[in-house]
């Protein structure tokens, strides 16, 4: 009798992760076409920036990164970030990196296109922040290795379910910070606006994301940073780049690879960081 | 004068409850429906009308509802009763359309902290009112320019808002009120947060600008020097209520209630009397023509040393003294031959403060006139000390 208490009866059960798996399958068979089309659109774009990053010769792309970093902080950071990504390509793996760039960009620009306008409607609407925020935690604390599975099953093996997997990872600092942004306008700024008959779109187009710039941009920073992890962990699922790399390494018990590719992604990624937050700082205005 | 804008008993409750209304109703005050229902009544009887060009002051002390009332001209806050006629309009049943093109062209605010965008220059913020109007680049740029030098800003347009003092600041966000061209506008505590020096100059600025563009303003304050400085009428507020409206010096002299008494009892009376408040009628007086005899007898029976010899039309000539006139007669010298100039003048609008240092420098009383230099009165020293000290003021 007493044992009923140790021990969880098992006969007490909710099939949840069932439930869900049900959900997922159905979502399949009955919005294949649906998903299709967003996997060819995904498609469509990844192969684009793929192929145009593939295209591009490296010096080029090593000038572009100096004038990058020499414009937007000094001229060593432009030297320093040019080195950087030179010993990349001498390690040999220069096309893995432009692939695992244009994912990452891909899933940024996605990111971004669904989080600040949700993150704007979150900031004007109460209700919608008590609908949002809950999933946004859950977006967040969820493993992100949980997410490819769904993905393989909408999309498939190889790039598109990566991209798929990447956003809804790395969309959540999008939507936080453009609503933290937004809120974060002055009162009286916004009073001012409407005592001088703006509409509200005027509101926010002359007045709040003005303001809210650089904190968006340190969401997309961050979003950014998200996206290039998850860029590298979705290459279980077949996206190609960096990550395979680090993959091969594991199955192969290869130190060398492993490490050439791990500090490639390091690079890769503070590199990014370095650029996208710097160009948040430039465009704060003097306060 | 006609009458811009007519505030009728427009009470403003924080929070829509009909409960509230009721008490209100009941005559219940402020503190005792908060402390009954936890809501706040922001203006709960306020009539009054303001007429075109004025100059129109609410003071009150913070929490006394002014800044809700003002925020009640523009719909920034939407009263829940009553009626605000601009125009003869009544501005509280207009919709969104309505309302934002009477906010466009009909009345602007200036903010006490300035509510100036800093991701814009001057130029950019000052521009903001004729942008959201949809008028174009160059037209708007034009106008922006102009008004900047209004202001006294030239050559600061591209200046971004956070490399300017407070001083200049205000200056944008009164260019910005301006730009527009309104009729009305409404200032909420716009000098309040600079300090004491820059908001005098903002003050006189306001009334040189005043003086050359007659705006119907309404301008909030809680400071009863500045509310008696500039206000052509002057409304007290207190616990969410109009208590008095009236002319800064009927206020001071005749508080309806022992609040307004002693609200008023810190003001520097020297800052609101005027010297045609402290002036009087003299006594005596000597016309060119009526030569020396005659201004030995005028001053003899007044028992004073001096006397203001005046000509045609009361224009004021000059002084004359007891002692040179007596010297005169024995010398044989004309009355026009003595008369002095080293006596201050002083136009009727200036104000007591101003004349402290004139009345210690000067032997003779000071003579107040007007602009063809006709005698309106004069002031002795002792008045101008006296118009200092409370009630005595005739």
């Known amino acids: 009798m007493i044992k009923m208490f140790f021990d969880f009866p098992e006969t007490w059960q909710l099939n949840l992760g069932q439930h869900v798996g049900n959900f997922v399958r159905w979502l399949v068979q009955n919005y294949a076409p649906f998903f299709d089309a967003i996997k060819g659109g995904i498609l469509w774009f990844l192969l684009q920036t793929r192929d145009l990053f593939l295209w591009i010769p490296w010096p080029i792309v090593l000038i572009f990164i100096f004038i990058l970093g020499w414009k937007i902080k000094n001229w060593k950071s432009g030297v320093t970030f040019t080195v950087l990504i030179f010993t990349i390509g001498i390690m040999g793996l220069w096309d893995e990196m432009m692939l695992t760039l244009s ?59 990566a991209v798929f997997a990447t956003v809804i990872y790395s969309t959540p600092p999008a939507i936080r910070l453009t609503t933290l942004a937004i809120n974060g306008v002055s009162k009286e700024m916004v009073e001012a606006g409407h005592a ?22 340190m969401g997309i920073n961050q979003t950014t940073m998200m996206a290039m992890a998850m860029v590298v962990i979705s290459s279980m699922i077949g996206a190609r780049g960096l990550g395979l790399n680090v993959l091969q390494a594991i199955n192969r018990i290869d130190i060398g690879l492993g490490f050439e590719a791990g500090i490639s992604i390091v690079i890769l990624a503070i590199t990014i960081d370095r650029i996208t937050q710097s ?9 | 004068m006609s009458v811009k804008i007519k505030v009728e008993n427009r009470p403003k409750y924080l929070e829509r409850d009909p409960e509230i209304l009721k008490k209100l109703q009941k005559k219940q005050s402020k503190d005792k429906i908060f402390k009954e ?28 509802g002014k800044s809700t009332l003002i925020r009640c001209l523009n719909i920034l806050n939407e009263p829940t009763s009553g009626a605000i006629y601009i125009d003869g309009d009544d501005i509280v049943k207009y919709d969104h359309h309505q309302l934002r093109e009477f906010r466009q062209k009909k009345a602007t605010m200036v903010f006490q902290n300035f ?34 030098e209004g ?4 050559g600061w347009e591209d200046k971004y808002i956070a490399e300017l003092s407070g001083g200049m600041q205000q200056r944008v966000g009164l260019a910005r009120a301006l730009a527009t061209n309104p009729d009305i506008l409404l200032m909420d505590e716009p000098f309040s947060a600079l300090d004491p020096l820059i908001r005098r100059d903002m003050q006189l600025e306001l009334l040189d600008i005043q003086s050359k563009l007659k705006k119907t303003i309404v301008f909030i304050t809680h400071d009863v020097n500045e509310a008696f400085k500039l206000g052509d009428r002057v409304a007290v507020m207190k616990d969410a209520e109009i208590v008095q409206i009236g002319v800064p010096e009927d206020i001071l002299n005749n508080p309806s209630n022992a609040y307004i008494e002693d609200f008023v009892r810190d003001i520097d ?74 006596y201050f003048t002083a136009d009727e609008e200036a104000y007591v403060q101003d004349l402290i240092p004139k009345a210690i420098e000067s032997k003779y009383p000071i003579a107040v006139v007007d602009e063809n230099k006709k005698l309106l009165g004069i002031i002795v020293r002792v008045s101008v000390l006296s118009g200092l000290t409370n009630t005595a003021v005739e």
């Open chain 1, 103 to 161: 994912i990452v960009l891909v899933s940024v620009i996605i990111a971004c296109i669904i989080g600040v306008p949700l993150g704007i409607m979150v900031a004007y609407n109460e209700r919608m922040e008590s609908i949002v925020r809950p999933i946004l935690d859950g977006m967040q604390t969820m493993p992100s290795f949980v997410y490819l599975i769904p993905a393989i099953m909408l999309f498939g093996l190889g790039s598109v379910p």
């Open chain 1, 196 to 217: 001088f008959g703006s509409t509200t779109w005027q509101i926010l187009t002359k007045i709040e994301l003005p303001q809210a710039f650089p904190t968006i941009m």
């Open chain 1, 279 to 287: 160009i948040a700082n430039k465009y704060k205005f003097p306060k």
């Open chain 2, 37 to 64: 229902t936890g809501h706040t009544v922001g203006v709960k009887n306020a009539s009054f009308s303001v007429n075109e060009g004025e100059l129109f002051v609410i003071m009150g002390l913070s929490g006394s």
């Open chain 2, 115 to 148: 509510g100036l965008m800093n991701h814009r220059t001057v130029l950019g913020n000052v521009e903001y009112g004729l942008e959201v109007k949809g008028m174009a680049l160059e037209e708007r740029r034009k106008i922006a320019r102009e008004t900047i």
């Open chain 2, 151 to 154: 202001v006294g800003l030239s």
């Open chain 2, 269 to 342: 009376r020297s800052r609101v009397l005027q010297a045609k408040h402290i002036m009087f009628k003299p006594g005596a007086l000597v016309t060119l023509n009526h030569g020396l005899k005659v201004a030995i007898k005028e001053m003899e029976s007044n028992g004073i040393s001096s006397v203001f010899v005046v000509g045609d039309k009361r224009k004021l000539e000059g002084i004359v003294t007891i002692d040179d006139a007596v010297e005169a007669v024995k010398t044989k010298k004309k009355l026009a031959d003595i008369i002095k100039q080293d």
